[in-house]
């Protein structure tokens, strides 16, 4: 089975500007969430998805938004962006609220 | 909201000596789950500990899960310079259509 895929790999990005982030799940997942990784704060939650509902979302403003496909397939997106955005955002996908399967995750860079 | 803390936050170790990280959450929690993140890599599931109480081993690695579902650790015997990378526990914060909270990390460096 093919494994969470993430694109891109990285991204650069300048201030006031908008990312998307896209993330296929393994096949048969229909459970999407995206954690932003930083230094500073570790692996912060931002929202899960299943079956194209947002079922969970975490404390992010609402700058940061997503979308999930029929397919399962899943997006992120993060508008205006600032430098404090600059972080690995990872994708993770599983059956059910256990096993989190992560993909390789975005790089992005905000200047 | 749930915290999920984990100390420490770095440990250095000679290789062949032991490790332990702990992991202690500020509510109950239905399941813990343990993952490690090489660097530059991303986070790979461990293992998942259900039963207040329960402990299983991987190898040199064991999990425990506290008798009150709050809390847990992992401990490494005679590590090995492949077991470099963070470790981090992550539990749902209630039943149901919880989401997972990962704990802040203990980041393992070993000293060959």
């Given at each position: ?10 991204l650069?990005?300048t201030?006031?500007q908008?990312?998307t ?5 393994i ?7 995206w ?10 939650f931002l929202?899960?998805?299943f ?20 397919n399962?397939?899943s997006e992120?997106n ?16 599983s ?5 989190q399967f992560?993909?390789?995750?975005t ?5 | ?15 062949g ?5 702990y992991?202690n ?15 530059g ?12 109480g329960e402990?299983?081993k991987q ?7 506290g ?8 401990h490494?015997?005679?590590t090995?310079t ?5 470790y981090?526990?992550?539990g749902?914060?209630n ?7 990962f ?8 000293i060959?």
């Open positions: 089975k093919a494994g969470v895929t993430q694109t891109p790999r990285y650069i990005k201030r006031g908008q990312v982030l896209s993330c296929s799940p096949s048969g997942h229909r459970s999407v969430s954690y932003q990784q930083t230094p500073g704060q570790g692996l912060q929202f899960e998805y079956s194209e509902t947002q079922r969970n979302k975490g404390n992010f403003p609402g700058r940061f938004s997503g979308r999930q496909f029929s399962s397939r992120m993060v508008s205006t962006l600032e430098l404090g955005d600059s972080a690995l955002y990872l994708c993770a996908s059956l059910a609220v256990n096993e992560f993909g390789p995750g790089r992005l860079t905000v200047l | 909201g749930q915290q999920v803390m984990q100390i420490p936050q770095y440990q250095h170790v000679q290789e000596e032991d490790f332990t990280t992991c959450s500020s509510t109950t929690l239905s399941n813990i789950q343990w993952y490690k993140q090489r660097p890599g991303h986070p790979v599931f461990l293992i998942q500990l259900v039963k207040s402990v299983k190898k040199r690695l064991t999990f425990q899960f008798e009150a579902k709050k809390n847990s650790s992992l490494i015997t005679a090995q492949t077991d470099v990378g963070t981090f526990c992550a749902p914060s039943f149901g259509n919880e989401k997972l909270t704990g802040t990390g203990t980041r393992l460096t070993i060959p």
